[in-house]
């Protein structure tokens, strides 16, 4: 046996050393991040009178908390090694079993941010010196305390932070989920006791205003900002933001002190009167309790200034559809996306959102076959125009030879009976497929599709744009003006009748092309005549559609 050197063994030793070492250095970092982690583990503070305890000590209390619609804050974590839990409960009732804290606030689903509110301010104002961190958290709710202090341990407190579930549903910039629970930093929790947002609606107009109040109750260092017009009413009248916030108790006291200047206002200004009827547009609290109604789920967006909207549904075949709703006067607007109007009366005063939004369900389930027998169409034909088309279009423009198309148009109602069609091609070209129509227009079986009925009558396959064997630009026709395929959308339609030219051109370019040709076109009503850009012989044309 061949012995090893002795460099081979020096490396071997060095080369054990250092792996040894290098694992020892990995041992102490991985037990130093252990010790760092125990720090977070949770230390009861005996100076909170109340028991104190976790989610498992009250776990089957749930049944309690959930008959008072209670919601808990919880004061989760101070600063690193200095570590206390309290657990309170804000409830609109007190309970002597729970450590729970009455709220002024009454009961129901309207007033649940107004539960909010005042939740923080009571924490706020027991225990702001105690803690850097609070939470919210409804009481089914289950938080690794440890992992969120974890989080928590490289932010300042001193910064107004808040975390959370953040949905964009109705508003842009998003806004926090209470049923996930917020955790807010010590600033940002002194910023919600103290900013305050009011709708007031007076008279049936509705004003804005934001309020911030540092030393809330006390209003010195106030800042207040209010919408145009609420500034408007006030403009005039010197000190008055003083005189209103001079000693008021509460907030509920200065919304109504406001609320009897706005109306005192309107008594002798024409901006919103009792017997005006406010606008559509500016009846924000009518149009929420309208989707109240509705759903919130059925809401699909909201412009930012809530002036459009839109609600969505789903039919028996699980397509999605929705109702666009303006309200730019007294009347909203209703558009959606279907191939006939909906008939709906708007009565002023009586008619609800609601209403318009029960029909257009029901109107969806009117078209089931025709959106079948369009999807059907579309999967079977080469569909030219519409480029995209919408739930809407009741036409298909479809090829059926080179430089031969058919336009198609069906009836909503009737999806499956013989369609109105269009040729559009060179009279050579189309005049045998019109005949084959015309003789064999009995055998056409309402029973069957669309596509189906036409490879009937005309005997032939209809191509499909991926499966034609001869090259797509057969099929796929450019204007011989503008050189292009497509303008707007539409393909060239109009196509030369000499059959030894046989050129095409879209509607809108042969109809200006003919125009501007004074000295040989003549016109007859709308219909312009003159020569074939090509061969130069006679070709007509109709004007464009609008």
């Excluded at 125990?38 to 305890?53: L, M, T, Y």
């Excluded at 008959?67 to 690193?80: F, M, S, T, Y």
């Excluded at 107009?205 to 209010?226: Q, R």
């Amino acid at each position: 046996m061949r012995s090893l050197s002795r460099s081979t063994v020096l490396a071997l030793a060095v080369g054990m050393t250092f792996g040894f070492c290098l694992a020892y250095i990995f041992y102490l970092v991985r037990l130093s991040s252990y010790a760092s982690l125990s720090q977070f583990q949770p230390r009861f503070s005996e100076s909170d009178g109340n028991d104190v305890h976790g989610h498992d000590s009250h776990g089957h209390g749930h049944d309690v908390h959930d008959a008072h619609n209670e919601e808990d804050v919880k004061n989760v974590a101070g600063p690193v090694g200095d570590v206390g839990l309290h657990d309170k409960h804000e409830d609109s009732h007190a309970d002597t079993t729970l450590p729970a804290v009455a709220l002024p606030v009454e009961e129901g689903r309207d007033n649940l941010w107004g539960k909010t509110r005042e939740a923080y301010r009571y924490v706020w104002e027991h225990y702001k010196e105690q803690a850097d961190w609070f939470m919210k958290a409804d009481d089914d709710t289950y938080v690794v305390l440890e992992n969120l202090r974890y989080m928590l341990s490289s932010y300042n407190s001193s910064d107004p932070i808040a975390f959370g579930h953040k949905f964009k549903t109705f508003v842009k910039q998003g806004y926090f989920s209470g049923g996930a629970g917020y955790v807010l930093s010590k600033e940002a929790t002194k910023s919600e006791h103290n900013h305050f947002d009011c709708l007031l609606t007076v008279d049936g107009k509705d004003y804005l205003l934001h309020l911030v109040i540092p030393n809330y109750p006390s209003h010195k260092g106030y800042t207040i900002n209010m919408s145009h017009d609420l500034k408007v009413i006030i403009k005039n009248k010197k000190g008055l933001e003083e005189q209103i916030l001079r000693g008021f108790k509460n907030i509920e006291e200065l919304i109504d002190k406001l609320g009897t200047i706005i109306k005192e206002y309107h008594k002798t200004n024409s901006i919103c009167t009792d017997t005006e009827k406010p606008s559509a547009a500016a009846d924000y609290s009518k149009i929420l309790a309208e989707i109240d109604v509705i759903g919130w789920e059925k809401l699909f967006s909201v412009n930012h200034n809530f002036t459009e909207l839109k609600l969505k549904m789903y039919d028996s075949m699980n397509h999605q559809h929705l109702l666009n709703v303006k309200f730019n006067n007294s009347v909203p607007e209703f558009s959606a996306e279907y191939p006939g109007n909906i008939n709906f009366e708007w009565r002023e005063g009586t008619s609800t959102l609601g209403e318009m939004y029960t029909l257009f369900c029901q109107a969806a389930e009117q078209y089931q076959d025709f959106w079948k027998a369009m999807e059907e169409l579309d999967a079977g034909c080469w569909v030219l125009e519409p480029e995209n088309p919408s739930k809407r279009d009741v036409y298909r423009k479809i090829s059926i030879a080179p430089n031969v198309s058919l336009k198609i148009e069906v009836d909503p109602n009737h999806p499956y009976v013989f369609p109105a069609i269009t040729w559009l091609g060179s009279e050579t070209a189309v005049s045998i497929f019109r005949e084959k129509i015309l003789d064999r227009i009995e055998v056409w079986d309402n029973d069957l599709q669309i596509n189906t009925n036409l490879e009937t009558l005309l005997e032939i396959t209809l191509p499909l744009k991926q499966t034609t064997d001869i090259g797509t630009e057969n099929y796929e026709v450019t204007c011989c003006i503008c050189y292009s395929e497509r303008l707007n959308g539409e393909v060239p339609s109009r196509t030369c009748d000499n059959s030894n030219c046989g050129q095409s051109f879209h509607i809108y370019c042969l109809y200006e092309w003919l125009r501007s040709l004074i000295q040989t076109t003549r016109k007859q009503g709308n219909k312009v005549f003159g020569e074939c850009p090509y061969c130069e012989q006679p070709i007509s044309c109709n004007p464009p559609a609008t």
